[in-house]
């Protein structure tokens, strides 16, 4: 495999200095916040301003699992895999103005928290814990350290493990040490090098391409030349294996034929979108650390803006990509694909990265470098402080009930390491499965396993009479039904044009989007007919829990009150004896909380004030404005390129 080795005193200045940076706000970030409790370091003291909220939001969502598999799913098929990016214009401004305002009167920090108060009882709560941390392992930490592999192996021509194990040791250096604070303020900054690198290459790529005009021509005859060497006695190839599709430039496509059918770009793509923005805890804890709602709506539209730019910036790159390079990205030879790019399925997934080491000059391509670094470390950084959210808070706090801050604290980054480990070893599986299409891959397992966590948030924040027992019932037989068709698809295989699947057609002849939809829809019919055979949950048990009880003032009785978690039970603080040496120095590295426990001084013992969602009437205007001009952008952007 040919690589460009960035060896150069601009590139390596470029790298180096971007590291400085990072490093730095992120030391002066773990002095300015305070850290030594759970909610100074989990939800960075709820002091947040929209830009820095809005910015998070993208950059965590915008990982370089997005530029090697937006780029690579592009490359092969066109430009319809942005409508992923597009449908998020509308999800964010859901979040913004329907779930995050349930949550902050819910006053939760997690989501299995929000559910554990919506419905009382503890098997649900711990089922999202549970099935969130498996998501996170399978579909974000794997696929991000697997694209920033290629990115390096294609750069560098590093081994992929080496260069995976010393970018996770600079992103833990600050998530550990910084908590959230640090994370929102790097994420502003990575935010600013992801924009700026990647419309760099895209000013190239299409000076190198021609401009629009040429590629729209191009593309359909960047047909590989290498398939002439194919062994026709052990392989059997269609033309359209290696021929660009037709459809290439539309957005909506074939409901039947098509890679990516229409009603599962617009329901099902919805869908799974509803559950990542809307009920994900890497996402809504951004929203959850903003200092008022006015604030998280602001930071929604800035990240809708945003995620405008990804079509133009990574998926017609991608295409570009395939124009210039239709040896190497377009590869069908599975013996030259395993040479080019480390596997037989093909290497689509090197679009983004060829395009970096090849067209870029000295310093500009140490600059793409930096901008792939940011965003793997921006989104795994995101990634390990939420999963450790959801484990200490939700899965820890249940095996030791009376855990001190301090061990919580320990307990949140031991497990991050844990995870780490585990999502290493699921790399292979990733690198083989859906063709070689990452993006296909990371969606395709959502489909299965997300649409009954969206349909019970989405009743349970409107429909008062679901209860505890339609909504466990509903993602217990959502569970079933989605492991009936991933189960499968993993063990024969999602197969390829050379290697073709030998799963039954009955279980994966549907399109994973389609699939989606049926699984949202029985899951959300299941939870409403349990929940309307068995008796309601009382109204005094949802004060400020669903959307219409909101503003509700009434006092709420927490289902499954106890007298440690009354609401207006007396509040306990922490305190600790003094310590001194080494133990006092990492202590304040790591932002250590205390470990005793005592109560408040009984004077100050007052019930808790009601959560504020009220907003100022000016800001309140701007915000609601901004979001109609974005919708009309939106739509304007389907409809021209449908």
Known sequence: METVAINNV????????????????????????????????????????????????????????????????????????????????????????????????????????????????SRISLYLSIISLFLYIFTKISVDMFSGAVFIQQALGWNIYISVIALLLITALYTVTGGLAALMYTDTVQTIVIIAGACVLTGYSFSAVGGYDALLHRYSSSLPLNRSSLDPARYSIAPWCYTPRTDAFSLLRDASTADLPWPGVLLGIAIVGGWYWCTDQVIVQRCLAARSLSDVKAGCILCGYLKVLPMFLMVFPGMISRVLYPDEVGCVVPELCQQICG???????????????????????????????????????????????????????????????????????????????????????????????????IQ?????????????????????????KGAFWGLMGGLLMGLSRMIPEFWFGTGSCVFPSHCPGIICGVHYLHFGIVLFFCSGALVLMVSFCSPPIPDAHLHRLVFSLRHSKEPRIDLDQTPEHNENSEPVVEEEEEEAGVCAVIGRFCGGGSSKTRPLDPSTNEPPPLPDISEKPLFKIIVDVNALIMMTAAVFLWGFFA
């Open 10 to 121: 601009a590139d390596i200045s470029v790298i180096v200095g971007y590291f400085l940076l990072v490093v730095c706000v992120g030391l002066w970030s773990m002095f300015r916040t305070n850290r030594s409790t759970v909610g100074g370091y989990f939800l960075a003291g709820r002091s947040m301003t929209w830009w820095p909220v809005g910015a998070s939001l993208f950059a965590s969502n915008i990982g370089s699992g997005h530029f090697v598999g937006l780029a690579g799913t592009g490359a092969a098929s066109g430009i319809a895999v942005g409508g992923f990016e597009w449908n998020a214009l509308f999800i964010v401004l859901l979040l913004g103005w329907v779930f995050v305002p349930v949550y902050l009167t819910a006053g939760v920090i997690t989501m299995p928290e929000y559910l554990k108060k919506r419905f009382g009882g």
């Open 444 to 468: 395709s397992v959502c489909s299965y396993l997300a649409p009954p966590i969206a349909a019970v948030f989405l009743l349970a924040v409107f429909i008062r009479r679901v209860n505890e």
């Open 343 to 441: 596997t037989e399925v093909g290497c689509s997934n090197i679009a983004y990265p060829k395009l970096v080491v090849s067209i870029l000059p000295n310093g500009l391509r140490g600059l793409l470098l930096a901008v792939m670094l940011a965003a793997l470390m921006s989104s795994l950084a995101s990634i390990f402080n939420s999963s450790s959210t959801l484990f200490t808070l939700d899965i820890w706090t249940r095996l030791r009930p009376r855990a001190t801050e301090k061990e919580l604290l320990i307990v949140g980054r031991v497990w991050v390491l844990c995870i780490v480990g585990v999502s290493i070893c699921w790399i292979p599986v990733v690198q083989a499965s859906q063709s070689g299409q990452l993006f296909d891959y």
